[in-house]
């Protein structure tokens, strides 16, 4: 940080003091959501706080004793503008706490701002490899997952089903980029063979030169992370073109997640590998999924127990220090610490603050992602570069 920036800062930290200072006397927490609510993200975003909410709600609207207040800014998935709204909601809003966002490279802004002021992030899906990666930090948390575990878990599961060649298409940006490196990076262990990486840029959906290649490159298989609106018209585009009684298509599990009701027949049988899915045999999950449908008339998502399991992570940190969210190492500390009890199954953080948890196969059944197994127990992102 140069000078000029550390006193910007430093003047920050005091009129967040004196807000802080008044916030506590009124025993109240400023949640701040930064999250996509327009554009082929919104619903995403939209589950995230529903989750969150719902956590909050179930605890008489307070965490660690103290009352939840919540902002909000439409991120719009743009990393451009990313540094400015993360700027509205930690200097303007004197937020506590941020939570957010969906798109990877807004995310790696926010993580940014996040190093550099030491304001609390935390990621409720954004799985940005360098977010608990290089650029890991005390303050920095992510309920979610990296973007390289369920694209690592698919490539053992597709070279264990015997698929040798796979193209790859995806989105051209981080999220993409990482899925897809995962995927590779297991599969060619497993004894496969990359035969090409199509991407489109974000957020475009116009696939269908892309689909002739693919049917004109024969591979065994096709892996692809396409996530929100975009995911539902690839499967729709991919079934369209003829090509999925042909070559069939595998995914990161977004690909059929809060999407099934809109790709309907074209989406039935895919094989996905997720941290969440239909059908799993616990408690937890089935009260979560209760409370959900009651308060919102939705099923939730993978992203509702993400933003669920965000206000829980809050929660262990606020109870740690009874409120007092002027002693941050200390609530730091109990939060890298937690078990969080989620619909997903219980998980714990990595050194780097990221979910080590149980990798899903599920399948297209109807309306659901109904799992089949689990394709990797307790799996840890690596957190290359990480130094905390
Ligand atoms: C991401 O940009 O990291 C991202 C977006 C949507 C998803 C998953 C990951 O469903």
């Given at each position: 940080m140069d000078r000029r920036h550390a006193v910007k800062w430093a003047a920050a930290a005091v009129v967040a003091a004196m807000a802080g200072g008044a916030a506590a006397q009124t025993g109240s927490i400023k949640v701040g959501f930064m999250l996509p609510?327009?554009?082929?993200?919104?619903?995403?975003?939209?589950?995230?706080?529903?989750?969150?909410?719902?956590?909050?709600?179930?605890?008489?609207?307070?965490?660690?004793?103290?009352?939840?207040?919540?902002?909000?800014?439409?991120?719009?998935?743009?990393?451009?503008?990313?540094?400015?709204?993360v700027n509205k909601l930690i200097k303007r809003d004197q937020v506590d706490v941020v939570v957010g966002t969906v798109h990877s490279g807004v995310a790696m802004a926010m993580a940014k701002v996040a190093r550099d002021s030491g304001a609390l992030l935390i990621v409720p899906n954004a799985g940005a490899d360098a977010v608990t990666g290089p650029m890991c930090a005390p303050n920095i948390f992510r309920t979610s997952f990296s973007n390289w575990q369920p694209g690592y878990a698919m490539g053992e599961v597709m070279a264990k089903r015997g698929h040798k060649t796979a193209v790859t298409i995806t989105w051209k940006y981080a999220a993409g980029?990482?899925?897809?490196?995962?995927?590779?990076?297991?599969?060619?262990?497993?004894?496969?063979?990359?035969?090409?990486?199509?991407?489109?840029?974000?957020?475009?959906?116009?696939?269908?030169?892309?689909l002739t290649e693919i049917a004109s490159l024969k591979p065994d298989a096709v892996y692809t992370f396409f996530a929100g609106g975009g995911a539902v018209k690839f499967v729709k585009d991919y079934a369209a073109a003829g090509l999925g009684k042909s070559i069939p298509l595998y995914g990161a599990g977004?690909?059929?997640?809060?999407?099934?009701?809109?790709?309907?027949?074209?989406?039935?049988?895919?094989?996905?590998?997720?941290?969440?899915?239909?059908?799993?045999?616990?408690?937890?999950?089935?009260?979560?999924?209760?409370?959900?449908?009651?308060?919102?008339?939705?099923?939730?998502?993978?992203?509702?127990?993400?933003?669920?399991d965000a206000a829980q992570l809050l929660g262990v940190g606020l109870a740690a220090v009874k409120g007092d969210k002027g002693k941050r190492d200390a609530m730091y500390a109990a939060m890298a610490k937690a078990r969080i009890d989620s619909p997903r199954g219980a998980f714990t953080l990595s050194k780097s603050h990221n979910p080590v948890q149980n990798i899903y196969l599920r399948k297209v059944e109807g309306k659901v992602n109904q799992v089949q197994s689990v394709a990797i127990k307790a799996l840890a992102d690596p957190g290359r570069g990480c130094r905390m």
């Open positions: 609510y327009t554009g082929t993200y919104a619903a995403l975003g939209t589950a995230i706080e529903n989750g969150f909410r719902l956590y909050v709600g179930e605890q008489g609207g307070t965490l660690g004793g103290q009352k939840i207040e919540f902002v909000r800014v439409d991120d719009e998935s743009d990393p451009s503008k990313a540094t400015d709204n980029d990482e899925s897809v490196n995962g995927f590779k990076e297991s599969f060619t262990k497993g004894g496969g063979k990359i035969v090409k990486d199509l991407t489109v840029p974000f957020p475009t959906v116009e696939f269908q030169s892309l977004f690909l059929t997640d809060g999407t099934l009701e809109a790709q309907g027949d074209a989406a039935q049988g895919l094989l996905t590998t997720l941290h969440y899915a239909d059908g799993l045999d616990n408690p937890r999950d089935k009260a979560f999924r209760l409370g959900y449908a009651k308060a919102y008339k939705l099923q939730p998502d993978v992203y509702a127990v993400q933003g669920y």
